[in-house]
Nanobody, 122 residues
């Protein structure tokens, strides 16, 4: 299973970006999530969405600024990031959960994509 994340880049504080992740057919009945890893830090949960799309979960640090969504027809996961801050700088990873629900735990995810770099300058 290959997950292809895209949409990262270099932006300024307050700007927006939308990350995409082509998750493939194996994601159709599974929860999906976004994680990130900042330089010198461990992997951090960002957001997750259930397979029905009726439940979402966010890290406190991104609530109100980030929105996770999925397009079933395209088997694609999105992360709309608004009002970006320098502390959002990280490599962002998409992942397919082992089950249909949302989770903030990395162990709950079975497949991981390659990361896309997001850099927010002050």
């Amino acid at each position: 299973v290959q997950l292809q994340a895209s949409g990262g880049g270099l932006v300024q504080t307050g700007d927006s970006l939308r990350l995409s992740c082509a998750a493939g057919r194996t994601s159709s009945n599974n929860g999906l999530g976004w994680f990130r890893r900042a330089p010198g830090k461990g992997r951090e949960f960002v957001a997750s969405i259930s397979w029905r799309g009726d439940r979402t979960s966010y890290a406190d640090s991104v609530k109100g600024r980030f929105t996770i969504s999925r397009d079933y027809a395209k088997n694609t996961l999105y992360l709309q990031m608004n009002n970006l801050k320098p502390e959002d700088t990280a490599v962002y990873y998409c992942a397919v959960a082992r089950s249909s629900t949302t989770s903030s735990l990395p162990d709950a995810y079975r497949y991981w994509g390659q990361g896309t770099q997001v850099t927010v300058s002050s």
